[in-house]
């Protein structure tokens, strides 16, 4: 598939790594600092970095939206995408509807997982959590998830909220203590 990652923090930076990895070609790299975007991109073999959310010219499938949680509804109203291109943040406390400004397909590819850019990190056992607003986004969806992680689950926003406090707690509370 044709990818764009919406963000360069920690998760942007190791999906676009992995989703190239595993044979999908990145299209373009977005941050809101254009020389942070161009950095990210230049990693990578064939990706463009920009500071511009105008994407309606790109070639991508599917944009993934890995940026703060507070950021998502800001970068929805503000993104142009082609007019069949799916969006899907990477959110696992936010709902698919703050992607509602947005008018292409939605939906919601969440990793269950702490990044951090110094990390590497099995892809294979990562639990990847899909939702989606319509069928076609789900199969498209869910195959990519397939090529990175053997464990894919449909979880709504309710559902995904209790599996990210209960892995937050399950992670930080017990390195606290």
Same mark, same amino acid.
């Given at each position: ?5 919406i963000?360069t923090?920690?998760?942007g930076?190791?999906l676009?790594n992995?989703?190239?990895e595993a044979g999908?070609?990145?299209i373009d790299i ?9 950095n990210?991109?230049?990693k990578?073999y064939s990706a $463009?970095?920009t500071? #511009?959310l105008?994407f309606?010219d790109?070639i %991508?499938?599917v944009?993934m939206?890995a @940026? ?6 800001s970068i ?5 995408l ?5 969006i899907?943040?990477?959110?696992g406390?936010?709902?698919?509807m ?5 008018t292409?397909?939605?939906?919601i ?6 990044f951090?850019k110094?990390? $590497?990190?099995?892809w #294979? ?6 939702? %989606?607003?319509?069928v076609?986004t789900? @199969? ?5 998830a397939?090529s990175l ?9 309710a559902?995904?909220?209790k599996?990210h ?6 992670s930080?509370f017990s390195n606290?203590?």
């Amino acid at each position: 598939m044709k990818i764009s990652i919406i963000g360069t923090g920690n998760l942007g930076w190791h999906l676009a790594n992995v989703l190239e990895e595993a044979g999908h070609t990145i299209i373009d790299i977005y941050s809101r600092n254009s020389q942070q975007a161009k950095n990210s991109a230049s990693k990578l073999y064939s990706a $463009k970095g920009t500071d #511009s959310l105008d994407f309606s010219d790109s070639i %991508a499938d599917v944009f993934m939206v890995a @940026v703060a949680d507070d950021a998502i509804a800001s970068i929805a109203s503000d993104i142009i995408l082609p007019e069949k291109a799916i969006i899907a943040h990477t959110s696992g406390t936010r709902s698919i509807m703050d992607l509602e400004a947005c008018t292409n397909p939605k939906g919601i590819f969440y990793p269950l997982q702490t990044f951090t850019k110094s990390t $590497k990190v099995d892809w #294979s056992t990562i639990p990847i959590c899909i939702e %989606a607003t319509d069928v076609a986004t789900d @199969v498209t969806l869910t195959k990519l998830a397939e090529s990175l992680s053997k464990f894919v689950y449909f979880l709504d926003a309710a559902q995904r909220k209790k599996l990210h406090l209960s892995a937050v707690f399950a992670s930080n509370f017990s390195n606290h203590l």
